[in-house]
């Protein structure tokens, strides 16, 4: 079966601007994560959505948002980007609790 | 707070020899423990989960509630182990983790 699929692959913004991901679970799956990854943090938990609700946040400012649509799509937000902001952003999905599948990331370089 | 520590970012081992990459953990709770991989230009993917008890290509990995650890082993390293190794930690509420910092392994032929 398919895996996580993730849109764009790679993305340039400027700073002030804002940018909107995309994540496509595998078909079954309710639970989307999204997370943050950098060189030196590793991976950072941002939020995890099930059937349309968020579940769980990580430790993120409010400028980073996300949705997930009645068909398990989810979707994160970043508004007003910051040079910091700059990384590789992976979905996970997952039917329940159990093991997650990651997408190959969109990469997000901030100037 | 939940925390979890790879203490080595490089790891370099000869082919054949034992290679244990090094995992701790700090959770109040009780942890559930994994260790995922990423193989160059593939996707993070599982490796091992503690509660299966399993060996995985030749890894295993005990959780060590005294010690708080989950250090990954294998007695003989290939070449093909070669990869980014993530240790991670989820929480009881729900499908929260918590992934360490990552240790790259290099096994030297």
């Known amino acids: 079966k398919a895996g996580v699929t993730q849109t764009p692959r790679y993305l340039i913004k400027t700073r002030g601007q804002q940018v909107t991901l995309s994540c496509s679970p595998i078909?079954?799956?309710?639970?989307v994560s999204w997370y943050q990854q950098t060189p030196g943090q590793g991976l950072q938990f941002l939020f995890e959505y099930f059937s349309e609700t968020q579940r769980n946040k990580g430790n993120f400012p409010g400028r980073f948002s996300g949705r997930q649509f009645s068909n398990s799509r989810s979707e994160m937000n970043v508004s007003t980007l910051e040079l910091g902001d700059s990384a590789l952003y992976l979905c996970?999905?997952?039917?329940?609790?159990?093991?997650?599948?990651f997408g190959p990331g969109t990469r997000l370089t901030v100037l | 707070a939940q925390r979890v520590t790879q203490p080595e970012k490089l790891l370099s081992v000869f082919k054949g020899a034992p290679v244990e990459l090094k995992c701790n953990y700090s959770y109040s709770g009780s942890p559930e423990l994994f260790w995922y991989v990423q193989y160059s230009r593939q996707r993070l993917q599982l490796l091992l989960r503690h509660i299966s008890r399993e060996s995985i290509k030749g890894f295993t990995a005990d959780l060590n509630k005294g010690e708080t650890s989950f250090h990954l082993k294998k007695p003989f390293a290939q070449e093909e182990d070669s990869a980014m190794y993530y240790c991670?930690?989820?929480?009881?509420?729900?499908?929260?983790?918590?992934f360490g910092t990552g240790t790259s392994l290099t096994v030297i032929p």
């Open positions: 996970a999905s997952s039917r329940g609790a159990d093991e997650q599948f």
């Open positions: 991670a930690l989820r929480t009881n509420t729900g499908n929260q983790f918590y």
């Open positions: 078909s079954g799956h309710r639970s």
